[in-house]
């Protein structure tokens, strides 16, 4: 689809510039009246800022402007060529035609040949029964003929009557009539049809239309049949503006042949400048039944996608303190093998941050909300909570080293029903934390893979004190165990949500050191930290946690050189001797288009044990293979996989793509790709570049300009 923009400029062609100029004649032979009539032969060469015509013989009338040339024409015209037989121009008016032509458009490198052309104006000329290609040379791999074709330099645009596309002189297409770009500018008319298959819907044709509105609005029609289903009508509108901007899409399929329902699916963000420090906006997202992303996976809710939110938001915002009023809920598409829990709704959220940074020396913030909790489930216990969270801390930091130290307060109140049998339906407590934040920074010359660079060694201490409060009455609203990870190590609370505060007597060791090169950019990063607890942790969501020490966490990160690339975490149980978590990934990209990916995944929590590849590599010339496998091992299967590859010649590309995708438990969608791309006109098929682009870490398309 064209990209959206705020602002177009239309250049108009320097021959505007041309017509207070002189005329400039030249020929072996001159004879005439120099005020009426000029009559050149051999060598002629008329030259009138950028409009060049060289021919064997000429005659120029002078009053008229207007030049008749005959044998061998040649004619530049603001960077355009053309060849013929014999011509007739009104130089000023740029009205007139040549016949026989052979021509070639500065602007995209088009080129062809006709019976006749015609120029129309300064920006204008229709080609009479000729052929059209991006292709170099006189027999390209791909060109259009058509009765009449006509190019606006101005509008960016050609237009095709009774056109046949040929490729490799097959033809491949016919249609009455056809627009296509000059250049990348947006215009209205139709998109390239695209066409595949899926073992949900069968055979899939869809033909959209666009709208190009205004500079800054735009709108796109994409009806879609479904060989299985029946048609689905989509659309899409986009808006962008100084202060808004938003993206509306809705799709309705009428009677689906196979569920005998109606199905649709509606996605809509906005965000909006309303007035100074005033804003607005909303992300509502909906669709008509559960099954609908595994149905329609490659539409707007993808494969994976089982919650969509619904939220409108207000904000204002200052200097030093911001609010935000806001509605928000999801709507739950359940898989029955693994259902998910109904969130709660909070109708409304008011939420007030504020802070300032070095009063006095003193880094002070505050968080407060207000939120009002309402379940689908009448039964389940809602109501009312207000909490305030304000902090001071007090940062020491020098070249060598730094030091934290900071207080917070935590009071919430509760205000609730339906409350829990026995607890008491105002609920509350306050709760200080201390915690203390330092570490030391050594620096020394080093030398990485022969490479001057700076080494730091970066030791860190957190200690975090939170006295104990039991939370075991409280309701939880929106609150779960936060994953450990190197940012967490370093956070006060163990929850994320505001219904439990982990009670804290603990501190978080770590270790750091990295290699900078001169410019300032971080080669490599080497971390290790663990936490370690000085009393039983009894602030729990339903498991006991009765550890002296978290699991341990590595990871390291770096550039190895200009084409290699590693990242890799772990988190190890010493309890268990064995891995919790880990995740090895590398990168070898050697050359533009080019790249490799391995990586390797383990979740011991989620029973997750996974290897995954995936590439972009050239085989052959001109030959690129593309492929994607997600290699479950303790299921000893392809969890998702994508093969494919891709043809480059000089002014088109072939792509095939297959694509397997998990939809849901124990069901995959299978897609099947094949798009040839004519540069410079269209593509035809089915579009895979954002399956490529998702799959493939480092894609890149193999007819751009290649990016190191």
């Known amino acids: 689809m064209p990209t959206l923009a705020s602002a177009q400029t239309t250049a108009k062609s320097s021959l505007a510039k041309d017509k207070d100029l002189p005329a400039t004649i030249s020929a072996e032979q001159m004879t005439g009246r120099p005020d009426r009539e000029v009559h050149l032969e051999r060598d002629v060469e008329i030259t009138r800022g950028a409009t060049v015509i060289n021919a064997d013989r000429a005659t120029y009338r002078i009053p008229e402007d207007q030049v008749e040339a005959e044998g061998h024409i040649r004619m530049r015209r603001d960077g355009d060529a053309y060849t013929g037989d014999?011509?007739?121009?009104?130089?000023?008016?740029?009205?007139?035609?040549?016949?026989?032509?052979?021509?070639?458009?500065?602007?995209?490198?088009?080129?062809?040949?006709?019976?006749?052309?015609?120029?129309?104006?300064?920006?204008?000329?229709?080609?009479?029964?000729g052929s059209y290609s991006t292709c170099e040379g006189p027999d390209p791999d791909w060109y259009l003929k058509s009765s009449k074709l006509d190019l606006d330099a101005e509008r960016d645009e050609g237009y095709a009557r009774r056109t046949t596309v040929y490729f490799k002189d097959v033809p491949i297409l016919l249609a009455p009539g056809?627009?296509?770009?000059?250049?990348?500018?947006?215009?209205?008319?139709?998109?390239?049809?695209?066409?595949?298959?899926t073992n949900k819907g069968g055979f899939e044709f869809t033909q959209p239309y666009y709208f190009n509105i205004a500079p800054n609005r735009d709108f796109t029609l994409y009806p879609k049949l479904y060989a299985r289903r029946g048609l689905q009508l989509g659309a899409e509108a986009r808006y962008l503006g100084q202060s808004y901007s938003g993206e509306t899409r809705a799709e309705v399929l009428q009677n689906d042949q196979i569920t005998k329902t109606n199905r649709y699916a509606i996605s809509s963000t906005h965000a909006q400048t309303l007035a100074p420090g005033w804003s607005f906006g909303w992300n509502i997202n909906s669709a008509s039944d559960n099954d609908y992303p595994s149905d329609f996976s490659r539409t707007i809710t993808t494969a994976s996608q089982r919650l969509l939110l619904r939220d409108v938001a207000l904000g204002y915002g200052s200097s030093f303190w911001n609010a935000t009023l806001r509605t928000s809920n999801f709507q739950v598409l359940q898989d029955p093998v693994v259902p998910i829990t109904q969130p709660y709704d909070r109708m409304p959220q008011l939420s007030v941050h504020a802070g300032r940074l070095d009063v006095n020396g003193?880094?002070?913030?505050?968080?407060?909300?207000?939120?009002?909790?309402?379940?689908?489930?009448?039964?389940?216990?809602?109501?009312?909570?207000?909490?305030?969270n304000p902090r001071i801390a007090y940062p020491i930091i020098q070249p060598g080293y730094f030091f934290t130290p900071k207080l917070s307060l935590h009071a919430t109140k509760y205000s609730l029903q339906n409350p829990t049998p026995g607890a008491p339906s105002d609920p509350s407590r306050v709760l200080p934390t201390l915690s203390m934040d330092g570490g030391l920074v050594f620096e020394r010359d080093a030398r990485f893979f022969g490479n001057a660079m700076t080494q730091t060694l970066e030791p860190r201490l957190f200690y975090v004190y939170t006295p104990y409060r039991d939370q075991s009455a409280f309701p939880n609203f929106d609150t779960a165990e936060a994953d450990l990870s190197f940012a967490q190590l370093f956070s006060e609370n163990r929850f994320v949500g505001n219904d439990r505060i982990s009670d804290a007597n603990q501190l978080t060791a770590a270790m750091i050191t990295r290699y900078i090169e001169p410019t300032g950019a971080e080669r490599m990063r080497f971390a290790i930290g663990q936490r370690f607890y000085f009393s039983e942790q009894k602030v729990t969501l339903g498991q006991v946690r009765n550890e002296s020490r978290s699991d341990l966490l590595l990871s390291l990160y770096g550039q190895i050189s200009p084409k290699l690339n590693i990242d890799n975490n772990v988190q190890y149980s010493q309890s268990l001797h064995s891995m919790s978590r880990a995740n090895y990934g590398v990168r070898w990209q050697?050359?533009?288009?080019?790249?490799?990916?391995?990586?390797?995944?383990?979740?011991?929590?989620?029973?997750?044990?996974?290897?995954?590849?995936?590439?972009?590599?050239?085989?052959?010339?001109?030959?690129?293979?593309?492929?994607?496998?997600?290699?479950?091992?303790?299921?000893?299967?392809?969890?998702?996989?994508?093969?494919?590859?891709?043809?480059?010649?000089?002014?088109?590309?072939f792509r095939t793509v297959g694509q397997r995708i998990p939809t849901a438990t124990g069901e995959v969608t299978t897609a099947l790709f094949f798009q040839l791309e004519l540069n410079g006109l269209t593509r035809l098929g089915s579009n895979p570049l954002d399956a490529l682009r998702a799959s493939i870490p480092g894609y890149q398309m193999v007819n751009q300009p290649s990016n190191p």
Not at 178 to 197: E, N, Q, V, Y
Not at 604 to 622: D, G, I, T, Y
Not at 628 to 646: D, H, I
């Open 362 to 388: 003193f880094d002070w913030t505050a968080d407060s909300e207000l939120t009002h909790f309402i379940h689908p489930i009448s039964s389940f216990v809602q109501g009312d909570r207000f909490f305030v």
């Open 86 to 129: 014999e011509l007739k121009l009104r130089i000023e008016a740029e009205e007139g035609y040549v016949l026989n032509p052979t021509y070639r458009l500065k602007k995209n490198n088009a080129q062809g040949k006709a019976q006749r052309i015609e120029f129309e104006g300064e920006d204008r000329a229709s080609v009479i029964e």
């Open 178 to 197: 056809m627009s296509f770009p000059l250049s990348d500018a947006r215009k209205s008319g139709l998109l390239p049809p695209t066409i595949g298959t």
């Open 590 to 653: 050697p050359k533009p288009k080019s790249v490799l990916n391995l990586q390797y995944r383990r979740d011991r929590v989620n029973k997750l044990e996974q290897m995954e590849m995936s590439a972009q590599w050239p085989f052959a010339s001109r030959w690129y293979g593309v492929a994607r496998v997600n290699y479950s091992l303790p299921e000893a299967k392809v969890a998702e996989g994508l093969l494919g590859v891709e043809y480059k010649a000089d002014c088109w590309v």
